[in-house]
């Protein structure tokens, strides 16, 4: 305590860093240092969404002490095995999109509050460069809500800088190449004009002045040749920023009526033989026998969003069904989708996934209605929905060469991050397996692939996972006679599609 006075206290001299310890297991109300157990229990039980984006920023800043290097280096890893699993979470993330647009209009909100109050209520809050539209906080949400969503499964997406993060998202293909080193250019611009502004102040500020002399001394000092360029430059930016802010995070509605409340009972069957459900009363019963099931009604969260989703898809159903080949009941479809949704009920990332993207709702109707055996598999392994949205799912056809190359060395490459965690490297291996399959099923169904050509690609995919598996049981060996391993895998049956029987 006597330290955070000294650092934070105004004096004649000024103060050395604002800090705010706020940031802790139940803030003012809790002790100043907690224990690791403590804070474990906090963030599983009460850990807030906003909380995650907080500890993704967070680092160590101490240094031994009261332990050698080797007991420090020890207590860091236990801090971070603690904070990982609550920042990344192990499926993808669709959920923090939602949470990203809540906290940032909490802060819009709060930013113009501040202004106004400021300025006798006539500021204009978005001259703010950090808070304000296309500040510097947009650049940073939308790099961060990345890193939330996929950094459980990329562990490259974990850095805390923003700039590298930018750097990383163009590598993966996540945005366009071009996006990331615009949204890089603008975060370098408007920090230097945040740092322009502060030290002109000599304070904590990130309003541009209103007179033109002093945006004219802004512009100076960032190389600039009038308040006028320090304007258009100003303005080109926050426009580029809110546009890519707003692309990632404007909600789009769900698919086909998103304007419709959700009905049950008799009115949900009034509705459903509208829509030219052969038999509404049953389907309308399923759907009120999934709201109630256990797995269901335990979770608000899970009853609303179930109930929310349901109330926009019943006419994409049987639209779907309908141009299934062949043509599928839309009772039968809406069955499937029922059975779905009970599974991921209590993984809300899912239901916000499609509630989040029309077109994973569409290619889950789509998967659906093509045959019990596709519906079957995503119902067995719904982290498949994880690549609905993945561009490479539309890529593949006749003319992609049967190569597995990259795919082997990329998860060979994850393997080696995972260290000895046994566990972990099989479900990396069967969870990058599964995805394999369901992008070939995927593009089989939509008729891209041949069935030799399928074939090609299923067994040259038992080829890569085999060596892969191969490799991993060999290192795990305690006594080897030699580096590579020499000795044969006999796969009984298909093979993929040799054959081999």
């Not at 639209?319 to 993984?347: F, G, H, K, T, Y």
């Not at 598996?469 to 006999?490: G, K, N, S, T, Y």
């Amino acid at each position: 305590r006597r330290l955070i006075a000294l650092l934070s206290e105004p004096t004649a001299d000024g103060f050395v860093f604002r800090v705010d310890m706020r940031l802790r297991p139940d803030g003012d109300a809790g002790p100043l240092a907690v224990s690791n157990a403590m804070l474990e229990e906090y963030l599983i039980r009460q850990g807030r969404e906003w909380e995650r984006f907080a500890w993704l920023k967070g680092r160590v800043i101490a240094v031994p002490v009261f332990a050698d290097e080797a007991q420090f280096a020890a207590q860091v890893r236990a801090l971070q095995e603690i904070v990982r699993p609550f920042v990344f979470r192990k499926y993808l993330d669709y959920g923090a999109i939602a949470a990203q647009r809540e906290l940032h209009a909490r802060i819009r909100a709060e930013t113009g509050r501040k202004s106004a109050r400021r300025a006798g209520g006539h500021a204009n809050h978005e001259d703010n460069v950090k808070l304000g539209r296309g500040g510097i906080r947009e650049i940073e949400f939308v790099a961060q809500t990345f890193q939330i969503i996929r950094g459980g499964r990329e562990p490259r997406l974990r850095e805390r800088a923003t700039l590298p993060t930018l750097a990383t998202l163009a590598q993966l293909g996540l945005l366009p190449a071009a996006t990331c080193e615009q949204l890089a250019a603008a975060y370098e611009f408007l920090r230097r004009l945040e740092h322009a502004l502060q030290y002109v102040d000599d304070a904590q500020t990130h309003l541009l002045p209103a007179d033109e002399a002093e945006r004219a001394r802004i512009a100076r000092l960032l190389r600039l040749p009038d308040a006028q360029a320090l304007l258009r430059q100003w303005e080109q930016t926050r426009e580029f920023v809110a546009a890519t802010f707003d692309a990632v995070f404007l909600a789009a509605p769900a698919p086909g009526e998103a304007a419709q409340t959700e009905l049950t009972g008799e009115a949900l069957a009034q509705r459903l033989a509208a829509l030219g459900y052969a038999e509404p009363a049953t389907s309308a019963a399923r759907v009120e026998s999934l709201l109630a099931s256990r797995r269901v009604a335990e979770s608000e969260r899970a009853r609303s969003g179930i109930g929310a989703l349901l109330a926009g898809v019943y006419e994409a159903v049987a639209q779907a069904a309908r141009a299934a080949v062949p043509a599928l009941s839309p009772d039968e479809l809406l069955a499937r989708l029922l059975r779905l949704l009970e599974v991921i009920a209590r993984r809300s990332t899912y239901l916000a996934l499609l509630a989040q993207y029309p077109r994973a709702t569409a290619a889950v109707l789509r998967l659906l209605a093509a045959s019990r055996w596709a519906t079957d598999y995503l119902i067995r392994h719904p982290i498949l929905l994880d690549e609905l949205l993945d561009e490479r799912l539309t890529r593949l056809s006749n003319e992609t060469p049967v190569d597995f190359g990259p795919w082997r060395a990329e998860l060979a490459r994850q393997l080696l991050a995972l260290g000895d965690d046994t566990e972990r490297a099989m479900n990396l291996v069967r969870d990058a397996h599964h995805a394999q399959v369901f992008r070939l099923l995927v593009a089989d169904l939509d008729g891209r692939l041949t069935v030799e050509r399928l074939a090609d690609h299923l067994s040259a995919l038992a080829d890569a996972v085999l060596d892969i598996v191969l490799a991993q049981a060999w290192q795990a060996l305690p006594r080897r006679h030699r580096e590579q391993p020499r000795f044969a895998v006999i796969a009984y049956g298909k093979l993929g599609g040799k054959e081999l029987g």
